[in-house]
């Protein structure tokens, strides 16, 4: 398990990987000073249609024909008055926290809008998602995640541009949406990423109550469920915890791989300091929060831990990473259609290991299936077992623990959450690591950076496919006994269970 000795070099330490969730360039927040009174519920904003602009499209358009799947994307300015908040009373770690009105700005801001074409393939819920600015530019991670249940099931899906830095620009090549394309978003303004909350609950809103143009078409929402992933979700855990309960915008919340300290309710980066230490979801909300934790951010999340309740789940995903191959390969021509050579990278040393191309987007499929039911007064879903990343499985270096699919409990391949990153860039770390196995035992000699007398790679470490499933059949079998096992179990869909199963029959593996 080449893979596996190598990250022992240097691998994403927590303390990095909590940055890169919580240091997305927090905009000082400018404010007008406003009572100290509670704020009241969230406003519904003006909504307008942009300029078509320079580039004749929305950045973050998808790439892929979405009318094929018979969906439309359409974009809308969303503008209004905006309030930022400051803690009220002493915040702890059981994440009932209060808040105070502690300014207001104007802003104005966009929503992305994917939706059914035809009303009748409407399921009636809408995803809701804080686009994430890690990279200094727009990016719709689980949507990528989800996409295939999100399309195939009728949802509609919200990307909203809540903070200062996607809007306005940073460090990065492309500065902002104004930056961008000048001509479409260049009356936009973003008052600071204290405000990003309100402009949040506003989006809601917009979709429940729109004040101009329907960004939804006229479609009817049932449920609308808010969503954040990496440094997106950070800000999820916040507004689940202290603006939710002054909105109350939302039906139910996603919060897929937070730290275990969440955002600051200021905006401003340093205050993270002055957040409880851990952040836990609090539990006395009347709607449902469901956090998913991929390997990758099980180390610095730990803390954070707590029981399942009726309105908290938790999931800790088994050889699954923080972005992985899935969310890479769907995300990146849409990326490309935008920013160009400009696209954030990797930037992953030559020669390093493949990513991680494990099973969080069938994860996340099953999670977001459970999380919409659950918000409509279903069942809630069931609880996962703890994710132990540093007791592995000695033959296949897998960890133990947690939410386990057939791409670990039939493994063909070493799945990790972390890897090295000795002359990598930081982001590579997120995207974990896979390392194929031998299909033969003649195989190991053919192996390109392999010598049967290296003690770092010792004969025995490697399991042989061959040896493990002696047939192809064998192999099949076992792979649809154990999808089986996690429909059952509620971890998986069936549909995605029926794709898995016809995976491993196409795929030769055995004998």
């Known amino acids: 398990m080449r893979v596996l000795a190598r990250l022992s070099r240097r691998s994403v330490t927590a303390t990095a990987?909590?940055?890169?969730?919580c240091g997305a360039f927090?905009?000082?927040?400018?404010?007008?000073?406003?009572?100290?009174?509670?704020?009241?519920?969230?406003?519904?904003?003006?909504?307008?249609?942009?300029?078509t602009g320079s580039h004749g499209f929305p950045f973050l358009a998808a790439a892929e024909d979405l009318g094929s799947f018979g969906y439309t994307e359409s974009e809308y300015f969303v503008s209004g008055t905006a309030t930022s908040y400051a803690k009220s009373g002493l915040w702890t770690s059981d994440g009932r926290w209060n808040v105070r009105a502690s300014g207001t700005a104007a802003y104005k801001s966009r929503l992305l809008v994917?939706?059914?074409?035809?009303?009748?393939?409407f399921n009636g819920t809408v995803v809701v998602e804080w686009l994430n600015v890690s990279g200094q530019?727009?990016?719709?991670?689980d949507y990528w995640f989800q996409r295939d249940e999100l399309l195939r099931e009728g949802y509609a899906w919200v990307g909203v541009s809540a903070q200062a830095v996607g809007v306005n620009g940073g460090l990065g090549d492309i500065k902002g949406l104004k930056g961008w394309d000048p001509a479409r978003y260049g009356s936009l303004v973003h008052p600071g990423d204290a405000f990003a909350y309100d402009i949040f609950s506003q989006a809601g809103q917009a979709l429940r109550t729109p004040n101009g143009p329907n960004p939804l078409?006229?479609?009817?929402?049932r449920t609308l469920l808010a969503d954040g992933e990496s440094q997106s979700a950070g800000f999820m855990t916040t507004y689940a915890n202290a603006v939710q309960p002054v909105s109350e915008v939302?039906?139910?919340?996603m919060v897929h791989s937070n730290s275990a300290i969440a955002s600051p309710i200021s905006g401003v980066l340093a205050d993270t300091l002055l957040m409880p230490n851990p952040s836990r979801i609090r539990t006395d909300l009347p709607v449902p929060t469901f956090v998913v934790l991929t390997e990758t951010d099980v180390p610095g999340a730990a803390t954070a831990r707590q029981p399942d309740t009726n309105s908290v789940v938790h999931w800790e995903l088994a050889g699954t990473a923080h972005g992985d191959q899935w969310a890479y390969d769907l995300g990146d021509d849409t990326v490309r259609k935008s920013a160009g050579d400009a696209a954030p990278s990797a930037d992953c040393a030559a020669g390093s290991a493949p990513f991680n191309d494990g099973p969080?987007?069938?994860s996340m499929n099953a999670a977001l299936r459970h999380l919409a039911s659950w918000a409509r007064g279903g069942a809630r879903p069931p609880s996962g077992r703890p994710l132990s990343t540093v007791l592995r499985d000695p033959a296949t270096g897998l960890a133990t623990g947690g939410v386990r699919l057939p791409d670990v409990t039939v493994p063909t391949r070493t799945l990790t959450g972390s890897r090295d990153t000795t002359d990598s860039g930081v982001f590579c770390g997120l995207y974990g690591a896979r390392d194929p196995w031998n299909a033969d035992a003649d195989a190991w000699d053919r192996h390109d950076d392999g010598d049967p007398s290296d003690p770092a790679f010792p004969a025995t470490a490697e399991p042989v496919l061959s040896r493990l499933y002696p047939t192809h059949a064998d192999y099949v079998a076992k792979v649809g006994a154990a999808a089986q096992t996690s429909v059952d179990a509620g971890y998986l869909l069936p549909e995605d269970a029926t794709a898995i199963v016809t995976d491993a029959r196409n795929s030769g593996i055995g004998g």
């Open 17 to 21: 990987l909590g940055a890169l969730l």
């Open 26 to 51: 927090f905009a000082a927040p400018p404010a007008t000073p406003a009572p100290t009174a509670a704020p009241a519920a969230a406003a519904s904003p003006t909504v307008t249609v942009p300029p």
């Open 114 to 121: 994917r939706r059914p074409a035809d009303p009748a393939k």
């Open 137 to 141: 530019l727009k990016l719709s991670p």
């Open 217 to 221: 078409g006229g479609l009817t929402v």
């Open 250 to 253: 939302y039906d139910g919340f």
């Open 360 to 362: 969080g987007h069938w």
